[in-house]
């Protein structure tokens, strides 16, 4: 993210904590989407997701006047929504995501074997979507929100550790993924 | 985690940032060096931007999907107004004849509501027909929620009456709901009055 949005998103947010509904609107047309698909990929379901992302978004009003800008507005307006998200995985009884973890395992296949299949993007697009939410999110936070693993794992409530564990693990199913798929591909079409 | 592994994860968080936009200067050359005089790493580095460029396709199809939009922005100022604070002035004298002329307001939209679903169209279930049977007469309602209503609530009930938002809430909070037919109407009149979400209704 440049650092004329953070400064005009910073803006904005001081507005909002002085009440103005206008500047409001435009925080909430800007994380809308984005926001709202980030809790929807967690809870499943997207009537619940909107009341999820209601209590967000009032919590941004509610808090803007405190806000100090010491993190990118990114960055505390998805820690809101990680922590809400949280909040309503434990109501459902629910496992959290933070509890998903696991060790990650190093059986991709090496670089070496992707070089035939890495380019077919229909291939690529399918493995994508096979990630799990709690793999997906990081690196979606890093490629699209412009967020560095300190900031992601400030917003997740969690060592920085984690995020590259996780970010590492994403980009590993993708690869073994693309590696199986395409591999089963070449196959099929006898190339 | 041993020095290979926490080595991958390093060589991952470059090839992410590099994909992000968010590498240094001198970071990118690094990388495109490394990628020019290795093959491996070259995959991987493609590999990387090809799943940026997936995800921001499949990105963009879920930004499709359905969204609160501008109705969730429509329900977070109807909250930001109920938790205003009150003008803190004299009127607190008149505050209870106030009270009573919503009171009667209220009853009164209760009134016509009912008395306009029990001037039954010929052949509507005893109860609860509907006046609204002219040439003019459209297949919505009027309605109006409880405070405590939450959106998944209203969109349940919604989703059971066949019914769908088509305006509101106005400024008293009134929503009108269409219908794609009046018996589609009439027959979902009982199971929205006897919902506890719905506060009044009354047929257009």
Redesign the interface.
């Known amino acids: 993210m440049s650092d004329k949005r953070q400064t005009d998103e910073l803006g904005l947010i001081r507005r909002v904590g002085a009440g103005d509904k206008a500047a409001f609107r435009e925080i909430y047309d800007a994380y809308e989407k984005r926001v709202f698909f980030f809790i929807k990929r967690r809870l499943g379901d997207p009537h619940e997701a909107a009341d999820v992302f209601h209590d967000v978004m009032m919590d941004v009003w509610r808090q803007a006047s405190r806000f100090e800008g010491r993190s990118k507005v990114t960055t505390w307006i998805f820690g809101i929504a990680h922590n809400k998200s949280v909040d309503a995985l434990r109501k459902r009884g629910g496992r959290v995501f933070d509890e998903l973890d696991e060790e990650a395992k190093d059986d991709a296949p090496t670089a070496a074997d992707l070089v035939e299949v890495a380019g077919d993007a229909a291939v690529v697009r399918g493995c994508v979507n096979e990630l799990k939410p709690v793999a997906r999110e990081v690196i979606t936070l890093a490629f699209f929100e412009g967020l560095k693993y300190r900031e992601i794992a400030e917003a997740m409530e969690c060592p920085e550790g984690t995020i590259k564990a996780r970010a590492h693990r994403a980009m590993k199913e993708i690869e073994a993924c693309v590696q199986r798929c395409g591999l089963s591909k070449a196959k099929d079409t006898g190339t | 985690?041993n020095d290979a592994?926490s080595k991958?994860?390093?060589t991952?968080?470059l090839?992410?940032?590099y994909?992000?936009?968010?590498a240094t200067a001198a970071q990118r050359a690094a990388i495109e060096a490394r990628a020019a005089a290795d093959?491996?790493?070259a995959?991987?580095l493609?590999?990387?931007l090809?799943?940026?460029?997936?995800?921001?396709?499949?990105?963009s199809a879920?930004?499709a999907?359905?969204?609160?939009?501008a109705f969730?922005?429509q329900?977070?100022?109807r909250?930001?107004e109920r938790?205003a604070p009150q003008p803190q002035v004299r009127w607190i004298d008149s505050l209870n004849m106030w009270r009573g002329i919503a009171a009667a307001a209220a009853v009164a939209l209760v009134a016509v509501s009912l008395w306009r679903f029990d001037s039954a169209a010929p052949g509507a279930p005893p109860g609860y027909g509907l006046a609204a049977d002219g040439p003019t007469s459209a297949a919505s309602l009027q309605l109006t929620f409880a405070p405590s209503a939450?959106?998944?609530n209203m969109?349940?009930l919604l989703l059971k009456v066949g019914g769908r938002f088509i305006d509101g809430p106005s400024l008293l909070g009134v929503y009108r709901i269409g219908f794609e037919s009046k018996k589609a109407r009439d027959a979902a009149v009982s199971t929205i009055l006897a919902d506890k979400i719905v506060e009044s209704a009354a047929a257009e």
């Open positions: 985690m592994s991958e994860q390093e991952t968080e090839l992410v940032s994909a992000a936009n968010s093959p491996d790493f995959a991987r493609a590999l990387t090809s799943s940026k460029e997936a995800l921001a396709a499949s990105e879920e930004h999907e359905w969204s609160p939009g969730g922005f329900r977070l100022m909250e930001v938790e939450s959106e998944e969109r349940a």
